[in-house]
């Protein structure tokens, strides 16, 4: 697919944002809660329901940011047929007007405060949508969504405004926050041997050869014998 950026700019308006309408927790740390979901086939947008699933793993990570490639992103098992949950706290500077964007290859949302800020939702290749929102000194709740059916991968999230003298960059992890209650996926130990070796063991198997048994169409059930 050819890149495309969609975009709405900024208004001028000097109207001061209202105060971050949700208090943080008081123990933050870096970094984002990140929830992925595999093996959802057939979708066309962002799945609506991940609040009624399980995710496949959870983590912590500095940023919502991976590299648009036809691999598998680092950590993850799956390049496709996918769903990918950010969230956590956006940490804001100087109050006034920002731009917010996310590139992606397929869809993504941004949500900031549980508001739909950024739609670049459905099938496509990398994409940078873009929309702007006045946001106030102090933490705001920041969430991004993310969906792969196939092909290539990517997402990135960008910003502008006056933490950043108004040019675009990338959402810094050092803006990034998250309760420190991120949970660890669940991994199921698996049961001990249920047979012991003999004692001494050495190197190579044993090959055993039946010749002369005729007219078989599947492996005899009889070798034992």
């Known amino acids: 697919f050819p890149y495309t ?4 700019s900024p208004t001028t308006t ?19 809660q990140e929830e992925v979901y595999y093996k959802i086939y057939g979708m066309r947008g962002i799945p609506t329901n991940l609040d009624s699933k399980s995710p496949s793993v959870v983590r912590g990570v500095v940023e919502p940011y991976y590299k648009n490639t036809w691999r ?10 996918y769903a990918v949950r950010w969230t956590g706290w956006v940490q804001i500077g100087a109050s006034g ?12 949302k941004l949500f900031i405060d549980d508001v739909l800020v950024v ?3 459905g099938l496509h290749g990398l994409r940078t949508t873009c929309h702007p929102l006045g946001v106030s000194t102090g933490h705001h709740k920041f969430k991004v969504l993310f969906f792969e059916r196939g092909g290539h991968n990517g997402i990135e999230v960008t910003y502008s405004g006056a933490d950043t003298s108004h040019k675009t960059v990338r959402i810094p992890s050092s803006v990034l926050f998250n309760d420190g209650k991120i949970p660890t996926t669940t991994t199921t130990t698996p049961p001990p041997p249920p047979f012991t070796p003999p004692s001494p063991l050495v ?10 048994i005729l007219r078989m169409s599947r492996v005899p059930t009889d070798l034992d014998s």
Do not use: I, M
């Open 119 to 121: 739609n670049n939702d």
């Open 97 to 108: 007007t920002y731009n917010w964007c996310t590139s992606s290859d397929d869809g993504s």
């Open 14 to 32: 000097t109207t001061t944002p209202p105060p971050p309408p949700f208090t943080p927790p008081s123990q933050l740390v870096g970094g984002l």
């Open 72 to 81: 598998n992103w680092p950590g993850f098992t799956a390049g496709s047929n």
């Open 5 to 8: 950026t969609l975009f709405r």
């Open 203 to 212: 190197g190579g198997l044993k090959e055993e050869v039946y010749y002369n």
